[in-house]
């Protein structure tokens, strides 16, 4: 179905690539007073912003424990039987970490997700590559029938309107679409989506009432332009661009042909 069929456009929107973070002037003398902690899910809160992925050459016991001793979380991936992620869980556990392991959304996904909790698992990490399915939807709805009210769920990866609707996130959350399939983390899909104006604008509205103080942070991220479209416009008039029939290709590139 194309897009014009779905009653969408296409549209540019800022992501990682496009954005630099301008330093300003400051009067911290020390990293020391710095406060780096934040929300790693919606009730479990870790001291510095930094999360390993469920990938089984990333995140084991080893790798969890020592992301914990830096404030940070590993998730424990899943490619591995039960009772060895189990038993890796068991290890963070054991030394009072926040204990975050990976399921997916088929086969023994309800099995996992029981016996990791009775392991200690109090983030369950829904680990697929494409979040908007109904498998996905289906596995969520399960955990959070099924689970301990105390089981915090993240699901992904979700890059539409309609899967932030599936993975739960309010209403005001979106991530707007962009043809350029060269940016942000799904290269392999051939998929880019304005990730960073919506991550930003999704944590300043959550966190609203820790910035009260930061009223210029507040100003400019929800003042800011969800897409670059009239700036590009006006840089797209001013500048002129020489038709695809007049670019001369050197003749080592002989067998190229031009895509019209």
Same mark, same amino acid.
């Given at each position: 179905?194309?897009?014009?069929?779905?009653?969408?456009?296409?549209?540019?929107a800022?992501?990682?690539? *496009?954005?630099?973070?301008?330093?300003?002037?400051?009067?911290?003398?020390?990293?020391?007073?710095?406060?780096?902690i934040?929300?790693?899910?919606?009730?479990?809160?870790i001291?510095?912003?930094?999360?390993?992925?469920?990938?089984?050459?990333?995140?084991?016991?080893?790798?969890?424990?020592?992301?914990?001793?830096?404030?940070?979380?590993?998730?424990? @991936?899943?490619?591995?039987?039960?009772?060895?992620?189990?038993?890796?869980?068991?290890?963070?556990?054991?030394?009072?970490?926040?204990?975050?392991?990976?399921?997916? #959304?088929?086969? *023994? %996904?309800?099995?996992?997700?029981?016996?990791l909790?009775?392991?200690?698992?109090?983030?369950?990490?829904? *680990?697929?590559? @494409?979040?908007?399915?109904?498998?996905?939807? =289906?596995?969520?709805?399960?955990?959070?029938?099924? !689970?301990?009210?105390?089981? *915090?769920?993240?699901?992904?990866?979700?890059?539409?309107?309609?899967?932030?609707? !599936?993975?739960?996130?309010?209403?005001?959350? =979106?991530?707007a =679409?962009?043809?350029?399939?060269?940016? %942000?983390?799904?290269?392999?899909?051939?998929?880019n989506?304005?990730?960073?104006?919506?991550?930003?604008?999704?944590?300043?509205?959550?966190?609203? =009432? !820790?910035?009260?103080?930061?009223?210029?942070?507040?100003?400019?991220?929800?003042?800011s332009?969800?897409?670059?479209?009239?700036?590009?416009?006006?840089h797209?008039?001013?500048?002129?661009?020489?038709? #695809?029939?007049?670019?001369?290709?050197?003749?080592? %590139?002989?067998?190229?042909?031009?895509?019209?």
């Amino acid at each position: 179905m194309s897009n014009k069929e779905q009653g969408s456009i296409m549209k540019y929107a800022y992501t990682f690539d *496009d954005i630099q973070i301008i330093p300003k002037y400051s009067e911290i003398e020390s990293r020391s007073q710095c406060e780096l902690i934040t929300k790693f899910t919606k009730r479990y809160v870790i001291g510095t912003p930094l999360v390993s992925s469920p990938m089984d050459t990333v995140s084991d016991s080893k790798m969890c424990l020592a992301m914990a001793s830096h404030g940070g979380v590993g998730v424990v @991936h899943r490619f591995m039987s039960i009772g060895e992620q189990s038993n890796q869980s068991r290890k963070i556990k054991e030394q009072e970490k926040l204990v975050a392991a990976a399921i997916g #959304a088929t086969g *023994d %996904y309800q099995e996992r997700a029981q016996e990791l909790i009775n392991a200690g698992v109090i983030v369950l990490l829904i *680990d697929v590559a @494409h979040g908007n399915t109904k498998q996905v939807k =289906d596995a969520i709805k399960w955990c959070k029938e099924n !689970l301990p009210e105390y089981v *915090d769920m993240i699901a992904g990866n979700v890059s539409t309107r309609e899967g932030a609707r !599936l993975q739960g996130l309010p209403e005001w959350f =979106d991530f707007a =679409d962009q043809p350029n399939p060269l940016s %942000y983390k799904q290269l392999g899909n051939g998929v880019n989506v304005g990730a960073v104006y919506n991550v930003i604008k999704a944590q300043v509205l959550r966190d609203i =009432d !820790l910035l009260t103080k930061k009223t210029d942070l507040i100003k400019a991220v929800l003042g800011s332009p969800a897409s670059p479209d009239s700036n590009l416009k006006s840089h797209k008039d001013f500048h002129s661009y020489v038709p #695809a029939k007049e670019i001369i290709i050197p003749e080592e %590139y002989g067998q190229l042909k031009l895509i019209k």
